[in-house]
């Protein structure tokens, strides 16, 4: 199959199954793994943070991330459009008592700056005490101007305030500057990074922090139910997904920037090529065109697509040039009948 609905499908690398068996292992609720404190340990130095923590999935490395910053009643700041606010099931006001304060995203995915400084709340009794501004990128496959995070920075550092990135795909929006990964977490306090979208590890993501944030982070995934025993078989897939699979990510941005540009050329499909940043598209499709259809049709050559008036198409390493190639003549054939 060709799938193109998320890098989330990725299949680990015959190095990392192998990595896996042959994978040291400890009780990590006691510290004892020696293939997770690897992992933790490499990020940390990697990212340029003291400390990290190897979690089961992003959301739950984002869910840590407010229930460490924030106490209850606190409140975070986030975009409208923000995985922590939209995609993650209502988490931190669930089970951390953290109210969201969503903001615009802006055509780039930024926050204005200005939508920020008001959104801050006074010391008073009547309002949530705002803590935190949490930031994404890649975010929609955009990547946030470095000269933004350092302005975000700046001001949350000038309010007060502590800054998290969810840095799900981070690696993207390095690969997609040519910088490393720690030239955009350096303007943050904390980051959360998947392990598991086009880094391809079958499961994990990380959090970076200082040792106290880490610190109040193992005990909330605990409490969560995220304390993994022999969790390095996924942690030595996990390092592999950093020292081997971050640089092979601009193939799929070529790809993605690839197919937008081929499907853009056809009548029925809106493409905003600007927007096309790093391994996603987003495409348009015109009124006449049966989605329903479109995407039956490709289901039967063997190409997978979630439906929807704009889709979002997702490139990703069990995606060649040859596949992008058969995407596009399958849809030129089924758009002619
Ligand atoms: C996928 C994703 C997450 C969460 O990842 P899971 O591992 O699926 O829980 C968080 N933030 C962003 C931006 C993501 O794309």
Known sequence: MIDLRSDTVTQPTAAMRLAMSRAEVGDDVYGDDPSVNHLQEMAADMFGFESALFTCS???ANLLALMAHCERGDEYLCGQQAHNYKFEGGGAAVLGSIQPQPLINQIDGSIALTDIEAAIKPDDIHFARTRLLSLEN????KVLPQHYLASAQALAFNRGLKIHLDGARVANAAIAQNIAISDITAHF?????CLSKGLCAPVGSLLLGDERLINKAI????MLGGGMRQAGVLAAAGTLALTEQVQRLS??????AYLAQQLSQLSEFTVDLTAVQTNMLFVTLAPEV???LLVARCRSEGILMSPGRTMRLVTHKDISRKDIDKVIRIIKLHLQS
Do not use: F, L, P, Y
């Open 58 to 60: 992003g959301t739950q």
């Open 138 to 141: 890649t975010i929609g496959g």
């Open 189 to 193: 306090d904390s980051v959360s990074i």
């Open 219 to 222: 005990r909330w995934r605990k």
């Open 251 to 256: 193939e799929d941005h070529d790809n993605a």
């Open 290 to 292: 049966d989605i329903e």
